[in-house]
T-cell receptor, first 113, second 113 residues
Framework: GQQLNQSPQSMFIQEGEDVSMNCTSS?????WLWYKQDPGEGPVLLIA?????ELTSNGRLTAQFGITRKDSFLNISASIPSDVGIYFC?????????????FGKGTKLSVKP | EAGVAQSPRYKIIEKRQSVAFWCNPI?????LYWYQQILGQGPKLLIQ????????DSQLPKDRFSAERLKGVDSTLKIQPAKLEDSAVYLC???????????FGSGTRLTVV
C-alpha cells in the first residue's frame, strides 16, 4: 500500500528556533494535511493543502504542497514550549466516497525553554 | 459543537478475550472512520462508513475485527479474540465534507497482555 516517509523522526530544539520537517510519498496525492498530536489525544488539523505548489500559513506555521504532488513540508517559526508534540503529515486522494488518510510515522518535537 | 466522543479511554484485557469500543461522531457527520495507531506510528485506517454503509474495510482484519454503524450515527468496533499485537490506540473520526474537515476523538488505548 501507499507509504509516507516523514523526517526527521525526532527533533530537540531550543525555544525560539525555527523547525522544518518534510514528508515524501511514492505516489501522488491531491491533498496534503499536517496534524499535531498531544499525548492522550487524537490528531488535530493544523494546515490543509489542496493544490500543487500551494503555500499556506497558519500563524507561525507554514506548509507547502510540492509541485510533484509527492511531497510536502511544514515549517514552524520561533518555536515555543507548547509546540511540543508529534507532528504527522497525511496524504489523501479526495474524490467520490473516499477520503481516508495515509499518515506518515510522525516527527516528535521537543522544545527546551 | 461537541467533539467526537469515544469510550472507554483505556482498556486492559488478556489475549484471546474480546473487547468493544464505542464512538459517537459529531452530529450530522455522515462519514465515520476507525483508525488504529500503534505506538510510534501514524494512524492506519481500519474501516470507513458512509451513513450506515461500509465504504472501505480493505485493511480490517476480518477474522477478528468487526464494526457496525447500524443507525448511521454511533459506531462500535469489536475485537474477538484479541492478540498481543492489537495493543494500540483506536481512533474514531468523522466528517461531513466528503473527507475534508476530519475531527478525531481522543481514542481508546488498548493494552493486550
Amino acid at each position: 500500500g501507499q507509504q509516507l516517509n516523514q523526517s526527521p523522526q525526532s527533533m530537540f530544539i531550543q525555544e525560539g528556533e525555527d523547525v522544518s520537517m518534510n514528508c515524501t510519498s511514492s505516489s501522488i496525492f491531491n491533498t496534503w494535511l499536517w496534524y499535531k498530536q498531544d499525548p492522550g489525544e487524537g490528531p488535530v488539523l493544523l494546515i490543509a493543502l489542496y493544490k500543487a505548489g500551494e503555500l499556506t500559513s497558519n500563524g507561525r506555521l507554514t506548509a507547502q504542497f510540492g509541485i510533484t504532488r509527492k511531497d510536502s513540508f511544514l515549517n514552524i517559526s520561533a518555536s515555543i514550549p507548547s509546540d511540543v508534540g508529534i507532528y504527522f503529515c497525511a496524504g489523501m486522494n479526495y474524490g467520490g466516497s473516499q477520503g481516508n488518510l495515509i499518515f506518515g510515522k510522525g516527527t516528535k518535537l521537543s522544545v527546551k525553554p | 459543537e461537541a467533539g467526537v466522543a469515544q469510550s472507554p479511554r483505556y482498556k486492559i484485557i488478556e489475549k484471546r478475550q474480546s473487547v468493544a469500543f464505542w464512538c459517537n461522531p459529531i452530529s450530522g457527520h455522515a462519514t465515520l472512520y476507525w483508525y488504529q495507531q500503534i505506538l510510534g506510528q501514524g494512524p492506519k485506517l481500519l474501516i470507513q462508513f458512509q451513513n450506515n454503509g461500509v465504504v472501505d474495510d480493505s485493511q480490517l482484519p476480518k477474522d477478528r475485527f468487526s464494526a457496525e454503524r447500524l443507525k448511521g450515527v454511533d459506531s462500535t468496533l469489536k475485537i474477538q479474540p484479541a492478540k498481543l499485537e492489537d495493543s494500540a490506540v483506536y481512533l474514531c473520526a468523522s466528517t461531513n465534507r466528503g473527507g475534508l474537515g476530519y475531527t478525531f476523538g481522543s481514542g481508546t488505548r488498548l493494552t493486550v497482555v
